[in-house]
């Protein structure tokens, strides 16, 4: 009898308890491994996930690395559940995911019930879904803007972007102040026109007049979280009885002589100054801005100045997109463009040796303020190739020495700041410059030796020195058109330039008759390399 005991009691011990048990006998636990993720990221490192029969917590892993709780291999980590009635419910307590709290996600995650022994590979996911409380941003496509009366605006616009829903620009919702549409209104020409209510009008001892305008840009997102609102101020300047708007094309008169620049002028544009016209301006106040030491401004579109002076035309281009800088707060804002100043209004300060008479002087620029740039400006004087040229601001001349390597924009940026360089074309001049003022041309020629006499006695008999000649007119003046003192082939070319033209400050002009002809050119012959 203690021999069958015996047998039975081993016949046990071979039976797995998983599959089979006995009252009174323990259950082994259930064991669970495999992934783990917060809203679609792998669990950082030190999350602790729990299973839980309803509120009684049954087991506890924490992750040893990112995104996995438990391991397939026997000597691994895996989350360890004890016996319990019910389904196994999971949760986690992350770092940065639902605030740091435990949760069990917006979904529960669960196990459908205990079984004793029972190894599970189960991907826990836990998701839940995040308040969104973050208002957007709105950006605001330029700023405020000035105009002037008969003008058409057009709103740069502005983009709005979201943390949660993403780009959210169409939704804007734009208050344009009684500006139609986009907002693209006319303002009229007497009192702003299209605009609204909002507008409020402004008048000062300047001469300045007009209205205010603001735009206001407002939106929320599907949260309905409120973005700061944005302003943008649109001014709406009157137009005096003077002045006209830059178009594409503009003719200026001798009863509207001043062009006016506003914020919206950002196409091309060619202004035509005839020669009964001899105060034109261009007034770009409405698009400075001022600094304690500085006025700005800056042209969007290009500007090609054609004028037809005393001297002949002269031509001025400004490229797109040019900065110009004043070095006064005060400057008002008015280039000259271009004005045929009285030649005794400059001295050209003459090379050693040599004395200058002055061809021309145009101002391009506000007098003595000095206007500077950041890209090169191309001023041409037709018919003055061959001359000197140089420039005065109060009362001081320089000579431009440096030639332009091409006659280019290229080449015109490349000049250091206020920099210039001069380039024949033709029978005409070209200065690039990256500053506007008193431009001077001139021509120069050899100071005659001075008259001197000298005599001297020796002893014993010795002769007398016999006086120096009163000198006249060298051979080689008369045939010198360049002034250099010499006679050759520059004068040549000088002479051919001129060939035919009429005037009393032609330097080919070497008989002094008014004009350049065969007399001028046998002279030249006589007088050949003297």
């Avoid at 290009?302 to 002076?309: E, F, P, Y």
Wanted: aromatic share 6%; net charge negative.
């Amino acid at each position: 009898m203690k021999f069958q005991t015996l047998i039975v009691g081993a016949v046990l011990l071979l039976v797995p308890t998983s599959t089979y048990a006995l009252d009174g006998f323990p259950a082994f636990p259930m064991a669970f491994w495999g992934t783990v993720t917060t809203n679609g990221t792998a669990a950082p490192v030190g999350s602790v996930v729990r299973a839980y029969y309803g509120s009684t917590l049954a087991g506890t892993a924490t992750v040893q690395e990112a995104g996995v709780y438990g391991y397939t291999e026997p000597t691994k980590q895996k989350l360890i559940v004890a016996e319990g009635t019910g389904a196994i419910t999971f949760k986690i307590q992350a770092t940065g995911f639902n605030s740091g709290a435990e949760t069990g996600g917006t979904t529960p995650v669960t196990y459908s019930a205990f079984t004793s022994g029972l190894t599970v590979q189960k991907g826990l996911a836990f998701n839940i879904t995040v308040p969104d409380t973050a208002s957007p941003v709105i950006t605001l496509h330029g700023g405020d803007v000035t105009i002037y009366q008969g003008t058409t605006y057009v709103d740069a616009g502005a983009t709005a972007l979201d943390n949660v829903d993403g780009d959210i620009t169409s939704n804007i919702v734009i208050n344009s102040c009684g500006f139609t549409g986009a907002p693209r209104q006319n303002v009229g020409s007497s009192g702003g026109g299209g605009a609204g209510s909002c507008c409020s009008g402004f008048g000062g001892s300047n001469g300045v007049s007009g209205l205010s305008c603001p735009i206001t840009y407002n939106i929320s997102d599907a949260a309905s979280n409120h973005a700061i609102q944005i302003t943008r101020t649109v001014t709406i300047l009157n137009v005096s009885s003077s002045a006209q708007l830059l178009s594409e094309n503009t003719t200026v008169s001798t009863s509207n002589p001043e062009v006016l620049v506003g914020d919206n002028n950002t196409a091309s544009s060619i202004i035509t100054i005839p020669s009964s016209v001899t105060n034109a301006t261009v007034n770009v106040s409405a698009i400075t801005t001022s600094t304690a030491n500085s006025t700005t401004a800056t042209l969007q579109g290009s500007m090609t100045i054609n004028a037809s002076t005393a001297i002949g035309a002269v031509k001025v281009e400004i490229p797109a997109g040019i900065q110009i800088v004043a070095g006064t707060p005060t400057w008002n804002g008015i280039i000259n463009v271009p004005q045929v100043k009285e030649n005794s209004t400059v001295t050209a300060t003459p090379d050693s040796g040599k004395t200058s008479a002055v061809s021309s002087v145009i101002e391009v620029g506000y007098g003595d303020v000095k206007l500077t740039f950041d890209k090169g400006v191309r001023l041409k004087i037709a018919g003055q190739a061959g001359k000197y040229v140089g420039y005065s601001r109060s009362g001081v001349f320089t000579t431009i020495t440096t030639v332009c390597s091409a006659d280019s924009q290229a080449v015109g940026d490349a000049l250091p700041l206020e920099g210039d360089c001069k380039i024949d074309i033709g029978s005409d001049l070209v200065v690039w410059t990256k500053h506007f003022t008193n431009f001077v041309t001139y021509t120069q020629t050899t100071t005659p030796a001075s008259s001197s006499s000298s005599s001297s006695s020796g002893g014993g008999g010795g002769g007398g020195g016999a006086p120096a000649p009163t000198p006249t007119t060298s051979a080689s003046a008369k045939g010198d058109a360049t002034g250099d003192g010499k006679v050759d082939v520059l004068d040549f070319n000088s002479l051919l330039i001129q060939w035919g033209k009429a005037g009393t400050s032609l330097t080919a002009d070497l008989d002094k008759n008014g004009t350049v002809d065969i007399f001028d050119f046998n002279l030249l012959l006589i007088n050949w390399s003297r």
